[in-house]
């Protein structure tokens, strides 16, 4: 029936309802006046909201309490009392009560005339002293503290008086004190409170009671005369209480329980009224059943027939019927009871019959078939989740913007030579467009003045006509001492001419004039100009400017760099404009977004952070100007069409342009703007409260409204709803940010709290639940009900002067989606939250398709989608709870649904889609009980934190620069601009997906039985082992030498501590926390150990100098022995001469460029090369080995002396002596300088010649081009003998870096399917009977080149090579690959020598790029092939086991597979 009534319903508040009515969720009956019955409402009315508030319970609770029993007769009593205040004052107290039941009256007179006389008051029950507040009090009562009800005296000539009814039936007497408000003066009966007794009410008789039927009639008229409102749990209690306590005061006053039977049910029967009178009243006491009478076989009470249709509804499952189908259904439930009539059941056997649910109910078929969305849950789509790729990179072009700068105005350049030469602090400044001209105002403090500098480019005569001002609007006349030379005073203001500057001053070309305030009280100076008889006027308004307050801004700034920094340059000099009002704001936005989008991603984040600084009100709301609602809305409308168009336009910048939405607000339609403005009038005059706070409020509305106004709202509905608790009020204000001083410092202030009469109190809760909507149609980009409302459709009538809304709905919707958002509303504060998220998602994948098209009305879809991704972050922070005993697979969903959120926001989600696929498959190898599906599950979720990661810090390079830079432009708190990105991430859905990783993250190691590390922030380091309880006991904290910092407790919110290069910890705080972000911003390492064995091990060693190598999932720690090599910026060890050194044999230029495989020898190339030349036909011909040319060692040194690299040579000799001097920055140098040697003739040939002989492609072929890209590779390799990493190793071992030769050795490229690396040894345990090995997807480099991820690891044993076993399933996001090419590897005298392990140190080079791939592990047959995968791995550990067997020794190995054949590129010994 209507979803409207009581959520419990008037049915389910007694004992005496069937317990099945306790779950009813709505219920409407109508009482019927005519012949025909019919249903009033629809069984499910049409609004999509149904909320439920919470009622906030404040120390003393406003009471409404009523008796459940008839009150036995007792006259009315009087009780007097007379006091002397104060000499001559008399009081007198009189107490009445007129009819037994009702309220009782007190008089009070006070022979004391005052306008500000005040009652200071409460009731007292059963405890004494402890004062109750009755709920029913006389006009202009206000709550003091929570205490005491304060209530004004009628002021007349003999005196003061005031009458109160108290109708609490606890209530023994009153106690009050006297107050005269305005002299602060208490009046009290000998220092104590005045105490008067109440007339004590007889004792209730409970042989008779008001029927519980009778009392939910009573309830239901009550609900449909006020308009069948929504009702809250709490409000359908109070509801049901007034209306038994209404029909109390009817028997109370000499009603008889038939006489209200008779009108309640409108029956003039009097056999019927007789037989439920003699029944309810209990006589006699054992019911006899009886032949029904005539009138009884055709007649049953409508509010039987009301109950049994509900009840019929209920078990139908509550489907939404026509009006046709509810008319029907009245008349079936009315037959089924007349059925039990003709049985020969009375209506009292019959209507304890409903009430157990013991009447046979037959639903109608049809019933039983309802739509999807009216399910417990909804049946979601199909859907091939690649079609929801976005591959839409954002660019950034502002560097073009930035090197072809404006040229900077006359004025423009003197400010910034004046800010230099201030030596104060600079408070304000503001540059003011005046027709062709400019104006400086610039505020700065020195020595406790502020002085202000005007200066303009003006040539004409200009005169300052100014004041100051302590409050906004204030014009005072300056003091004689704040006056400069030339000044003259008049009323309220004084004039001041401009003067020229001197020819010998860089301040030549323009006007200026100096002032200088040493009153700190004044906070601002307005100001007109007059010229040439002219007065100029700021856009009409007087100029004004603010001396600074809380926030100065910063001279030192920074360089802007990574931000786009002409628009944030041009953002802060129009901010002291955009404070002026909302209007100006949005305005000013709109015209800067053509330039931000010119200006890519760093544009459009420049406005994203200054939105959301306004937003969090880090920026000025409106200072002196008086605006129209309607002209904010429709500047909001101007924007937010921009910023839509640019979203239809640039899929690319779809993501930035969302977050921008959701902090501006919709905007108007229909002139809703100019509804806020008029419809507070309207509920001002409907309600009767046209003063107070109201009032107040509405002056502030007219004056500029602002997103205030929907919390002000919000927390005038709570006060309303919690019973008038004005701690109610306060609560919701301040939970969203709104505090008493904020009130206070609106320009039209907020100074009186709400105080509303009980009789206001449906009226208000209607219109402002009305008015809520208008707030929110302006102000609530996020806001699920009003983009709801938006998109749908709705209609407001205009009231008098107020013009009528109609927003139409949105075209082109999809078939059944105002279905699937109903279904989201109903279930929008379920406990049981995957239901709705279900629902939240099915709507926002039905609405994607609409999005990408361009249309008059995206905007609303776009501010629609917003809320609902912000819905789904709200509902799964209500849902961890129950996550708390839930399994494994419930989580996995759950990451599931919050996984597609994000990707559906997010403009390049190719990755988080896979990740998505790879979820989808690990719950589905749960169901199936897959043995592998926790390793698999585990690989998901780590891939899944990397995609959190890159994210985190894809938005901190975006953003946070701009926000720096920004905020310090507009003097923005410190603390806001350092959390700012911060912030950003954890409001998305992407916090909450990390928080559900972390619950499961354990789970699954147990499961899967794996290692003991969750790694956070991966970085290699060194320092000393310090263990502390707390990170939050020293996070201010220095340390003096590089600490790794073993916490027992870290939460999140911390920092780290200065000197702190590690912190390990036991606590599992959020990737995305605070300390995670700052730990990855700082290079810091940063990890979660499960296992407090290792950590124990670890404390032990506190003093100690660690070591500590973290992979992606595990962190590897050794002690640092004494004159081990450190790097220097690591610790304070100094190289002692204790680590012997290795010795190279220089290497001579053999004659030769170039040399083939056949022509291999230690004297020419390096191991790697001699040892791929010794496996070719010596291994299986099932594993294939690429052929080789190389150019040997000695020619890079040949090529650098050729006279046509002479400069070349003679510069990389100065930057080695650099280096000698310990200038490490000459490392990139040399590598930049050695890329610009030219190759020899002879080189080119002979290497021509080696690699076609050999069968290999000569890349000249293909053109010069291809050649130069050759050329270049070769040179990079020779370039990496002076990488960092390389140089410093060589320093630690005291290698002679001379003497360290690079052979190049040449292979064409296999364009791999899969890369390995295999150790013959196990290298975790020594196990020498093991074979471990790695895999990843296309070529080796995201294996060996520390990508980020892990590999698909495996061992073998090598007496059962058939069967490998998978250690970990790969989480690594992306595979290289590549096109027919030639490699270019790194081969030095310096590899595997004994004592020093080179390999890896320097460079291997493609000729071509690599093409980066983002990888589908679900549908790679490596991983969901199970043969395959055994096919593979097992010819993998065969090869490496071939290999050991050739050499008789451990090998590392590297190698590929391509279409199922193994290649081996290279072998090395084990390490």
């Not at 109609?806 to 919707?813: D, F, H, M």
């Not at 698909?1352 to 090419?1381: A, H, T």
């Amino acid at each position: 029936m209507s979803q409207s009534i009581f959520h419990q319903t008037v049915l389910c508040q007694t004992q005496t309802v069937a317990e099945h009515q306790s779950k009813v969720s709505s219920f409407a009956v109508s009482v019927n006046k005519g012949k025909n019955p019919s249903l009033s409402t629809n069984f499910r009315g049409n609004s999509l909201c149904v909320r439920k508030r919470k009622l906030a319970m404040g120390k003393h609770r406003h009471v409404d309490a009523i008796p459940r029993a008839v009150l036995t007769t007792n006259p009315a009593s009087d009780l007097s009392g007379r006091f002397n205040l104060d000499g001559n004052i008399e009081l007198q107290v009189g107490v009445s009560s007129s009819v037994p039941g009702a309220a009782r009256q007190v008089d009070i007179k006070v022979s004391y005339s005052s306008g500000s006389l005040l009652l200071h008051w409460g009731v007292v029950r059963d405890q004494p002293g402890k004062w109750v507040l009755p709920s029913r009090h006389p006009d202009g009562t206000k709550v003091y503290k929570n205490r005491a009800l304060r209530t004004p005296f009628m002021k007349s000539d003999s005196g003061s008086s005031l009458k109160i009814e108290i109708d609490d039936p606890a209530a023994q007497a009153i106690e009050f004190l006297i107050l005269d408000e305005t002299k602060n003066k208490w009046f009290k009966n000998n220092g104590e409170n005045f105490h008067i007794k109440l007339p004590v009410k007889n004792k209730l008789s409970q042989e008779v009671s008001v029927p519980e039927d009778l009392v939910q009639i009573q309830a239901y008229l009550r609900w449909e005369r006020k308009g069948k409102q929504m009702y809250t749990p709490q409000q359908e209690k109070e509801e049901y209480e007034a209306a038994r306590r209404e029909l109390l005061e009817e028997v109370a006053r000499g009603t008889s329980v038939q006489d209200l039977r008779a009108r309640l049910t409108n029956k003039n029967n009097p056999a019927d009224v007789k037989e439920s009178s003699v029944s309810e009243a209990k006589k006699p006491s054992v019911s006899v059943a009886k032949k029904p009478s005539a009138s009884e076989a055709k007649t049953i009470p409508d509010e039987l027939v009301q109950i049994q249709a509900f009840i019929r509804w209920e078990k139908a499952g509550k489907p939404n019927y026509s009006q046709e189908q509810q008319l029907m259904e009245f008349e079936e439930a009315r037959k089924e009871l007349l059925a039990e009539l003709e049985k020969g059941a009375s209506l009292d056997e019959i209507r304890k019959k409903i009430i157990k649910g013991e009447i046979q109910t037959k639903v109608a078929k049809q019933l039983k078939t309802k739509k999807y969305f009216r399910a417990e849950r909804i049946q979601r789509k199909k859907r091939d989740l690649v079609q929801l790729i976005n591959r839409h990179v954002a660019e950034n072009i502002v560097e073009q913007v930035i090197d072809a700068p404006k040229a900077l105005t006359v004025i423009e350049n003197y400010a910034n030579a004046r800010e230099e030469y201030e030596s104060g602090l600079v408070l304000n400044k503001a540059i003011y467009k005046i027709d062709n001209n400019s104006l400086l105002v610039l505020i700065t403090k020195d020595a406790g003045k502020v002085k202000v500098h005007l200066a303009t480019d003006s040539k004409g005569p200009f005169t300052l006509h100014w004041a100051l001002s302590r409050a906004s609007e204030e014009w005072l006349v300056p003091p004689a001492t704040a006056l400069p030379p030339g000044s003259v005073t008049m009323n309220e203001a004084a004039e001041t001419p401009f003067k020229a500057g001197s020819s010998s001053h860089p301040s030549y070309e323009v006007q200026s004039l100096d002032i200088e305030v040493d009153d700190d009280t004044f906070k601002g100076m307005p100001f007109v100009i007059l010229s040439d008889g002219k007065w100029i006027k700021n856009n009409g308004s007087n100029f004004y400017i603010e001396f600074g307050g809380k926030r100065e801004i910063q001279k030192d700034v920074g360089d802007g760099k990574g931000t786009a920094k002409f628009l944030l340059d041009k953002i802060a000099e129009k901010e002291s404009e955009a404070q002026k009002s909302f209007m100006h704001r949005f305005n000013i936005a709109s015209d800067l977004i053509d330039e931000a989008k010119k200006a890519g991603q760093l544009g459009l984040a420049g406005v994203l952070v200054w939105m959301r600084f306004m937003a969090t009100r880090q920026l000025i709301w409106n200072k002196n100007y008086n605006v129209k609602p309607r002209e904010i809305s429709k500047a909001q409308d101007r924007l937010t069409d921009l910023l839509q168009d640019v979203y239809a336009s640039y899929p690319q910048y779809r993501e930035i342009v969302r977050m921008i939405l959701s902090t501006v607000g919709r905007g108007g339609e229909g002139d809703v703007g100019q509804r806020i403005r008029d419809e507070i009038l309207v509920i001002q005059r409907n309600n009767d409260c046209k003063g107070g706070m109201m009032e107040e409020w509405h002056q502030k509305l007219h004056n500029n409204t602002s997103p205030d106004d929907v919390v002000i709202c919000q927390a005038l509905i709570d006060y309303i709803n919690s019973d008038f608790d004005v701690g109610v009020y306060w609560k919701t204000l301040n939970d969203n940010g709104i505090t008493k001083e904020r009130l206070l410092s609106y320009d039209r202030a907020i100074h009186s709290e709400p105080n509303f009469r009980r009789d206001q109190k449906e009226g208000l809760l209607r219109d402002l639940g009305n008015y809520m909507r208008t707030l929110k149609a302006v102000h609530s980009g996020a806001d699920l009900e009003s983009a709801i409302s938006n998109c749908m459709g709705y209609k407001s009538e205009g009231q008098g002067f107020m013009v009528g809304v109609q927003i139409n709905p949105v075209p082109g919707l999809p078939t059944g989606f105002p279905g699937l958002l109903e279904f989201v509303m109903e279930h929008v504060e379920d406990k049981n939250v995957e239901p709705l998220l279900e629902g939240l998602l099915e709507a926002r994948q039905e609405l994607q398709p609409s999005l990408s098209k361009s249309q008059g009305r995206l905007k609303d879809l776009l501010f629609l989608d917003v809320a609902l991704d912000s819905t789904v972050r709200t509902a799964v922070e209500r849902g961890y709870e129950e996550l708390n005993n839930a399994g494994s697979e419930k989580i996995m969903y759950l990451i599931s649904l919050v996984l597609e959120n994000l990707a559906l926001s997010s403009d390049d989600n190719e990755d988080l889609i896979y990740c998505l696929k790879g979820w989808d498959l690990a719950l589905s190898m749960c169901k199936s009980k897959d043995t592998h599906w926790a390793l698999y599950a585990k690989s998901v979720l780590d891939r899944t934190r990397l995609a959190l990661t890159n994210k985190a810090n894809l938005y901190q390079q975006i953003l946070q620069p701009s926000a720096e830079y920004l905020g310090s432009l507009l003097g923005v708190d410190r603390w806001a601009v350092e959390i700012f990105t911060e912030e950003i991430i954890r409001s998305g859905s992407a916090a909450s997906l990390s928080t559900l990783l972390n619950r499961l993250d354990p789970v699954l190691r147990k499961t899967a039985n794996l290692g003991s590390w969750q790694v956070i922030s991966p970085v290699e380091t060194v320092g000393y082992v310090e263990v502390v309880d707390e990170l939050l006991a020293v996070q201010n904290k220095s340390y003096e030498r590089p600490t790794i910092l073993i916490a027992k407790s870290v939460k999140g919110e911390e920092e780290i501590p200065d000197g702190t290069v590690a912190v390990l910890t036991p606590d599992m705080p959020d990737v995305l926390s605070h300390v995670s972000v700052r730990a990855r911003n700082s290079k810091v390492c940063f990890a979660t150990c499960f296992d407090p064995n290792i950590l124990a091990s670890l404390q032990e060693n506190k003093g100690k100098l660690f070591r500590l190598k973290p992979t992606s999932a595990d962190v590897v720690y050794s002690e640092v022995k004494e004159g081990e090599f450190i790097d220097d910026k690591s610790t304070h060890l100094k190289d002692d001469g204790s680590v012997p050194s290795i010795s190279l044999a220089r290497k001579k230029f053999s004659g030769r460029y170039a040399v083939s495989s056949e022509e291999f020898t230690g004297e020419m190339v390096g191991a790697k090369s001699r040892n791929i030349s010794y496996l070719k036909g010596k291994v299986a011909s099932w594993i294939g080995i690429p052929t080789s040319v190389a150019l040997p060692f000695g020619v890079f040194e040949h090529v650098l002396s050729d006279k046509s690299n002479q400069a070349v040579a003679e510069r990389v000799n100065i930057l080695k002596m650099k280096l000698i001097e310990g200038d490490f920055s000459a490392l990139k140098e040399i590598r930049e300088t050695v890329l610009q040697l030219n190759a020899p003739s002879q080189l080119v040939e002979e290497l021509k010649t080696k690699m076609k002989s050999s069968g290999m492609p000569w890349p000249g072929d293909e053109g010069e081009q291809r050649w130069e890209q050759a050329w270049t590779a070769i040179k990079k390799v020779w370039g990496s003998k002076w990488n960092e990493r390389a140089y410093f190793s060589t320093r630690k071992v005291k290698l002679d870096h001379d003497y360290l030769s690079m052979a190049v050795l040449v292979q064409e490229v296999i364009n791999a399917d899969y890369a390995f690396v295999i150790h013959t040894t196990n290298p975790s345990s020594g196990d020498s009977s093991e074979i471990y090995a790695e895999v990843v997807k296309g070529l080796g480099e995201t294996l060996v080149g520390a990508y980020p991820g892990r590999a698909l690891s495996f061992i073998c044993k090598k007496r059962d090579l058939n069967s490998p076993q998978v250690l970990g399933y790969p989480s690594k996001p992306v595979g290289l690959f590549i096109r027919r090419s030639i490699i270019f590897r790194s081969d030095s005298n310096g590899e595997d020598l004994e004592g020093y392990a080179g390999a890896g140190l320097y460079d291997s080079v493609p000729m071509d790029e690599e093409e980066t791939v983002v990888l589908d592990y679900t549908s790679d047959k490596l991983i969901v092939d199970g043969s395959f995968r055994q096919s593979i791995l097992s010819s993998i550990a065969r090869a490496g086991n071939e290999i050991e067997e050739l050499y008789g020794s451990p090998q590392d190995i590297e190698g590929v597979i391509k279409d199922g054949k193994v290649y081996v590129v290279q072998t090395r010994p084990q390490m």
